[in-house]
């Protein structure tokens, strides 16, 4: 194991979502430090990826922020406390060390330790949405892919890309130079992706140096894994085949739970029950806040995540640092508080 | 005022339906299986349902950001919609739809 993909540290929060993110704020406070993990590229979770222009109302003291906005007041209001990122990374696997420690693996091999897990997934991991094909398992992972990771493999491809958003088009028009032929179906002759991109798709086409299918995939064609055609169809029309041997399909991504279902915590309706005083889980030293989590009278507010965050990191440092007392402060008052924000650094100066 | 849902499962259920709510709120607060993950946004296609023929024409048209987002749900139709998108009101009362298996949670 090198040491880029082993990392320790004080607290890993599960999901980079506003609640992960203010997690970081209030354990910073109490001397403990954080790395976040989260499937997406950018943080901010739902707020980032599902809503980034539109506004929220409930946040206290906004009237009205959009969910780019208060991700990017978080992250401002974070900083202080240096959190480590590790994005496009789903959580896998969870174990318990010999110290009494957890071990978190992701997809990618990056290992992290620390005494402390606080699980703030929200509704889960953003996983693509698939087109419902019956035989689309016997190509996954070998014809058919999702996302692009590495553009060189997909040179020299016959390649249908679908889909009608801005994934779909970005991908057709950097992938075009690199691919033997590519063609791009949609459901309809019209593109909810960024105008400029879908005028450059056109002029490919015009220039036929890739093809443009209005339509839906119904089956896929192949032997071993090994994609040879589908067959596409418009509504009310006939089907016909396309030839391809590779298939990226990004119809947009929804949450699911994933393998956090598999970390030996109780559920409840894919919902992680704790207690309402430190928000702890089944298991001593795991948290869950924000959306993900139920007791009581819960309500699904990002206003709520930022108390459960508060709570959980009194307790949390009762794990970090056993030895050391801990101290109720505000940030108002205590010079401590403020070394900490790096907002007294101009007083000492003066 | 009522609304007639249909779950994925083929049964039906007479609804309670309150004037300016959302469809989709109103089926969520009943306890159906509808995901409407983004909380009526009209930032995914989580909340689809098919419109009863008879009903198709009493509501307003699809806005384009509806049409755009109910490219991202698998099954779509004609009668397709996205419930966050429609708001209840006196001439809805008596509503018929079904909800699409993509709006399962």
């Not at chain 1, 997809?107 to 897990?117: C, G, H, L, S, Y």
């Not at chain 1, 996983?127 to 892919?145: A, H, Q, R």
């Not at chain 1, 179906?185 to 593109?191: K, P, S």
């Amino acid at each position: 194991m090198t040491q880029d993909t082993a990392h320790k540290t004080d607290a890993i929060i599960i999901g980079a979502g506003p609640v992960g993110l203010f997690a970081v704020f209030e354990l910073g406070l109490l001397d403990m430090k954080a790395h976040l993990v989260d499937i997406l590229d950018k943080p901010g979770g739902q707020c980032a990826e599902l809503y980034p222009e539109k506004p929220i109302y409930d946040i206290p003291a906004y009237p009205i922020i959009t969910g780019q906005e208060l991700t990017d007041r978080l992250m401002e209001q974070i900083e202080p406390f240096g959190p480590v990122f590790h994005l496009q990374q789903m959580a896998e696997s969870l174990e318990k060390m010999d110290n009494g420690h957890w071990k978190l693996t992701t997809d990618d091999k990056i290992t992290i330790e620390a005494p402390v897990i606080i699980i703030a997934a929200g509704g889960g991991s953003f996983m693509p949405k698939k087109p419902n094909i019956k035989n689309l398992e016997d190509f996954e992972g070998t014809s058919v892919f999702y996302s692009v990771k590495q553009m060189e493999k997909f040179r020299g491809k016959n390649l249908l890309i679908a889909g009608g958003g801005d994934s779909a088009l970005d991908w057709t028009l950097n992938l075009q130079p690199l691919a033997q032929s590519l063609s791009l179906v949609h459901r309809r002759d019209e593109f909810r992706a960024a105008p400029d991109s879908v005028n450059k798709m056109r002029g490919l086409v015009e220039d036929r140096k890739m093809d443009l299918h209005v339509g839906d995939i119904k089956e896929l064609h192949g032997e071993n894994g090994k994609l040879s055609r589908v067959v596409v169809q418009k509504r009310g029309e006939e089907p016909y085949a396309v030839e391809c041997d590779t298939l990226l399909a990004f119809y947009g991504l929804t949450m699911k739970l994933g393998p956090i279902a598999n970390f030996g915590l109780n559920l409840h309706e894919n919902l992680i029950p704790v207690d309402t005083e430190k928000f702890e889980t089944s298991e001593a030293g795991i948290f869950a806040i924000g959306d993900i989590n139920h007791y009581p009278g819960k309500l699904k507010l990002i206003l709520s995540g930022f108390h459960e965050a508060a709570l959980m990191a009194q307790q949390a440092f009762r794990y970090v640092h056993p030895d050391k007392k801990l101290r109720f402060q505000y940030t108002t008052s205590s010079t401590d508080l403020q070394n900490k924000l790096g907002v007294n650094d101009k007083d000492e100066a003066a | 005022m009522k609304i007639i849902v249909t779950d994925q499962s083929g049964e039906t259920h007479e609804l309670e339906a309150i004037e300016g709510w959302r469809v989709m709120e109103i089926i969520k607060d009943y306890g159906l299986p509808i995901k409407a993950e983004c909380g009526g946004a009209c930032c995914c296609a989580t909340c689809h349902v098919y419109v009863d023929e008879d009903w198709q024409d009493k509501l307003y048209p699809p806005t384009d950001e509806e049409i755009d987002m109910l490219d991202e749900a698998m099954d779509i139709e004609d009668n397709s919609r996205l419930s966050c998108q429609i708001l209840m009101s006196e001439d809805l009362d008596g509503l018929k739809l079904t909800l699409a298996e993509s709006a399962c949670p």
